[in-house]
């Protein structure tokens, strides 16, 4: 069987970065680096895929997926060296004729890339088929030597190359993909470098020497960025945010002002949905068709439902209902869940509460460990004192359906107010409120049935 296995070079201190994190674990709108090229090799359907650990490793291992293979390269000792410590597990492996390397901080690399290098190699039968890139300034990469009639050398690294090597603006990109059999034989008769490491990039001149066919194929910086410093990672951020809200424009979400929309690489959004400028969607945020999001809002890890304004306003881990209007200046924190066609006004806060279905909460209010029923109207200035001081403890409020709270209720929790029942604007709640009661005062008291609605 004519399969690849793919090999992920991860090991790296990444001292560059000058961070406690290791480097692939740094993130790139929104994800750790390495899991794009992961997610890569996973689209370009190899049958293995096996990542090399070093720094860090236990770390790097928890953010991977089961399925993902890995081995630990005891120390960094080059490129070449990380890859053979991936021999013990695949050399003999006869199911897999290629072996698609590429190195795990390049994360806008894509699942085509990797398989027009496989196809590329079978069909050239060559022993070495691998990417570069033209780059107007190429410092910090491998430069490609070609001799005259444009065959390809061998590739030198910058701490190696001399100043007319320098010069050279084609580079390595870092992905290759490798005759198995080939490979795994001839890997270790790389030579130790001057530096003291094995230079992966050797295998290119050794294929040359024994006469095997070495092809290339260009893709662009867009594709192929690595990440070294930081400097690095946030061209790494722009390029690949920039990919997001093209893919989402073309899938038909208006981006008014593309340079100030930010959106994470997991977030999914409907059509007809539009982005105003200065938004950020983060985490695994979902937003339905037909939104209106911003301006001037961030949304994480939150479920959005269709027809949704959201104006101005912070929502984080919360789950909002159809039709529902929030903002300007309103924050959902986690554990809100905004029913469909409620209204969540200026200066209100919502925190582990439900708010029923066409309820209604137009001005400076905090509702927290609650739960408010169906068209319920919230007065101005409303709030549930669901903290007790005293004992620590946060205490929950229910509302029933079609209650009305007048402006500046105090609900004292644990409080339960009952269906339509009626609260005057001031008063303090601390005792349950039966349904379709009214009361008044500090502390609320009956004062009469309410009036059946009209
Ligand atoms: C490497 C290439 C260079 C190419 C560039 C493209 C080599 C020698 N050089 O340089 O030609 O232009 O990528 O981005 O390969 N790693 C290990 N174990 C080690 C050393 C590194 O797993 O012992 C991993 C790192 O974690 C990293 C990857 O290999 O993910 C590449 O290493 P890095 O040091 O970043 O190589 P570059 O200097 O970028
Ligand atoms: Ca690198």
New binding site residues.
């Given amino acids: 069987m004519s399969q690849t296995a793919a090999v992920i070079?991860?090991?790296?201190l990444?001292k560059r970065m000058r961070s406690d994190l290791p480097?692939?674990l740094h993130r790139v709108a929104g994800r750790p680096m390495l899991q794009y090229v992961v997610d890569a090799a996973r689209a370009a359907c190899v049958a293995r895929i096996v990542v090399?650990l070093?720094h860090g490793g236990e770390q790097v291992r928890a953010a991977l997926d089961a399925g993902i293979e890995t081995v630990v390269?005891p120390e960094?000792?080059?490129?070449a060296?990380?890859v053979l410590t991936a021999r013990s597990l695949l050399d003999g492996d006869s199911t897999c004729q290629d072996v698609l390397i590429a190195?795990?901080?390049?994360p806008l690399l894509t699942g085509a890339l990797f398989q027009t290098l496989i196809a590329e190699r079978r069909r050239s039968g060559a022993a070495i088929a691998m990417v570069v890139t033209p780059l107007p300034d190429p410092t910090?990469?491998?430069r490609v030597l070609r001799d005259d009639s444009g065959h390809v050398l061998g590739?030198v690294?910058e701490a190696a190359a001399n100043d007319a090597e320098r010069a050279i603006r084609e580079?390595?990109?870092?992905v290759y993909c490798i005759d198995a059999a080939w490979l795994w034989e001839r890997l270790p008769a790389v030579p130790r470098s001057a530096s003291g490491?094995y230079?992966?990039?050797d295998l290119v001149a050794l294929a040359v020497a024994d006469e095997r066919i070495v092809r290339t194929i260009e893709a662009p910086l867009e594709i192929t960025s690595?990440v070294?410093d930081r400097r690095q990672l946030a061209v790494a951020e722009r390029q690949l945010r920039d990919r997001i809200r093209q893919e989402l424009m073309l899938a038909g979400v208006t981006i008014l002002d593309p340079s100030t929309t930010y959106v994470d690489s997991m977030v999914t959004i409907g059509r007809d949905t539009t982005l105003y400028p200065g938004t950020i969607i983060e985490g695994s945020t979902v937003i339905g068709s037909g939104c209106v999001i911003g301006p001037y809002s961030r949304i994480v890890d939150s479920q959005i439902g269709a027809n949704v304004i959201v104006n101005a306003s912070v929502v984080e881990q919360a789950k909002v209902g159809d039709r529902v209007k929030i903002g300007p200046f309103s924050h959902l924190r986690p554990g809100a869940r905004i029913e469909a066609d409620a209204y969540i006004g200026n200066y209100a806060e919502v925190k582990n509460a439900r708010i029923g279905a066409a309820s209604q909460m137009h001005h400076f209010s905090y509702i927290g460990d609650a739960d408010i029923g169906c068209g319920v109207n919230v007065g101005a200035g409303t709030i549930t004192c669901n903290f007790d001081s005293e004992s620590g403890v946060k205490n929950r409020t229910t509302v029933g359906d079609g209650a009305s709270l007048g402006s500046d209720t105090m609900l004292v929790a644990p409080v339960n107010v009952g269906e339509r029942a009626m609260t005057g604007a001031g008063s303090v709640v601390n005792r349950d409120v039966k349904p379709e009661m009214v009361v008044v005062g500090v502390p609320a008291r009956p004062l009469r049935r309410r009036a059946p609605p009209s």
């Fill in positions: 070079l991860a090991a790296g990444g480097k692939v090399v070093g390269q960094q000792r080059g490129t060296d990380a190195n795990g901080d390049c910090g990469y491998g590739v690294e580079v390595n990109a870092g490491e230079y992966l990039t690595g070294n």
